[in-house]
């Protein structure tokens, strides 16, 4: 990988990367397109992580099928696929662990202990094999995008981390790997989501901006899906996912599957492409 950039830097060639999980869907793949927008080299990686994996989480059953996820890169510029082995990425004995303080002490971070330890030390192991100039992330992820461009900044790295739109089901679910796990009852009750976090939108553009008034109606409209599990509902600063703000950010099982999702209060909710 290391010496496939080095060409391409001789070459005055910008690259982008763009780092996943596999699983690939068109919230993925809109990375993929906005990363071959703005730069002349991408590169995807595919690397499942076992770090960002809590006990009892769905490391073993996360879904994997490299071929379909290098089929679906076809005709968008991807120039190469990163896909190393753990024993690559992590050799035995390996204990070298990076943190980005505050942020990954809240939210997810507190109901994941050590997930996003795992997150940013694979991020900084796949900025030094690659060396990109800017970095893709999707704005589901908001706390994981939040730790990143932190990272990035904090330690120099001269990357520019893009962070780009959530692409949702024409119902408005989030579009998310962990979709696949869910029952047909499952995946009509996960439209809740998007439908708290559109009330609390409504009455912010109505003028409520009282972050207690607006959370109370995300755990309203949660609290009625009898499938629904909520393991937090809060309006925050994005900046530091503690103080009040308007980023609308939710973590919510709906039987055994956890999903996400978020939205900037008085934003506009992206459609599907």
């Given at each position: 990988?290391?010496?496939?950039?080095?060409?391409?830097?001789?070459?005055?060639?910008?690259?982008?990367?763009?780092?996943?999980?596999?699983?690939?869907?068109?919230?993925?793949?809109?990375?993929?397109?906005?990363?071959?927008?703005?730069?002349?080299?991408?590169?995807?990686?595919?690397?499942?992580?076992?770090?960002?994996?809590?006990?009892?989480?769905?490391?073993?059953?996360?879904?994997?099928?490299?071929?379909?996820?290098?089929?679906?890169?076809?005709?968008?510029?991807?120039?190469?696929?990163?896909?190393?082995?753990?024993?690559?990425?992590?050799p035995a004995?390996?204990?070298?662990?990076?943190?980005?303080?505050?942020?990954?002490?809240?939210?997810?971070?507190?109901?994941r202990p050590?997930?996003?330890?795992g997150?940013?030390t694979?991020?900084?192991?796949?900025?030094?094999?690659v060396?990109?100039?800017?970095?893709?992330?999707?704005?589901?992820?908001?706390?994981?995008?939040?730790?990143?461009?932190?990272?990035?900044?904090?330690?120099?790295?001269?990357?520019?981390?893009?962070?780009?739109?959530?692409?949702?089901?024409?119902?408005?679910?989030?579009?998310?790997?962990?979709?696949?796990?869910?029952?047909?009852?499952?995946?009509?009750?996960?439209?809740?989501?998007?439908?708290?976090?559109?009330?609390?939108?409504?009455a912010?553009?109505?003028?409520?901006?009282?972050s207690?008034?607006?959370?109370?109606?995300?755990?309203?409209?949660?609290?009625a899906?009898?499938?629904?599990?909520t393991?937090?509902?809060?309006?925050?600063?994005?900046?530091?996912?503690?103080?009040?703000?308007?980023?609308?950010?939710?973590?919510?099982?709906?039987?055994?599957?956890?999903?996400?999702?978020?939205?900037?209060?008085?934003?506009?909710?992206?459609?599907?492409?």
């Open positions: 990988m290391r010496d496939l950039v080095a060409g391409w830097r001789r070459a005055g060639r910008s690259v982008g990367l763009v780092p996943t999980m596999g699983a690939l869907h068109a919230g993925h793949l809109s990375l993929v397109r906005a990363a071959a927008e703005e730069n002349d080299q991408v590169v995807v990686s595919i690397f499942v992580n076992p770090l960002q994996f809590g006990p009892g989480e769905d490391f073993e059953r996360y879904p994997r099928d490299f071929d379909r996820d290098r089929s679906a890169l076809d005709g968008l510029g991807v120039e190469a696929v990163f896909a190393p082995r753990v024993e690559e990425m992590f004995g390996s204990t070298t662990r990076i943190r980005v303080g505050g942020l990954d002490e809240v939210l997810e971070g507190a109901f050590g997930h996003f330890e997150v940013a694979v991020v900084t192991k796949l900025f030094w094999a060396g990109p100039d800017r970095a893709y992330f999707g704005q589901k992820d908001a706390q994981q995008a939040a730790v990143v461009t932190r990272l990035a900044a904090e330690l120099n790295t001269g990357i520019e981390i893009r962070v780009c739109p959530i692409v949702r089901e024409p119902d408005g679910v989030a579009l998310s790997s962990r979709n696949a796990y869910l029952s047909n009852a499952e995946r009509q009750a996960a439209t809740v989501l998007s439908r708290a976090l559109r009330r609390a939108d409504e912010y553009r109505a003028g409520q901006r009282d207690k008034v607006l959370r109370a109606l995300l755990q309203a409209e949660l609290a899906e009898p499938l629904a599990r393991d937090y509902a809060e309006v925050v600063d994005p900046a530091d996912f503690l103080s009040p703000g308007r980023l609308a950010v939710l973590a919510v099982r709906i039987g055994s599957t956890r999903l996400i999702d978020n939205h900037l209060l008085g934003d506009r909710f992206q459609p599907l492409p």
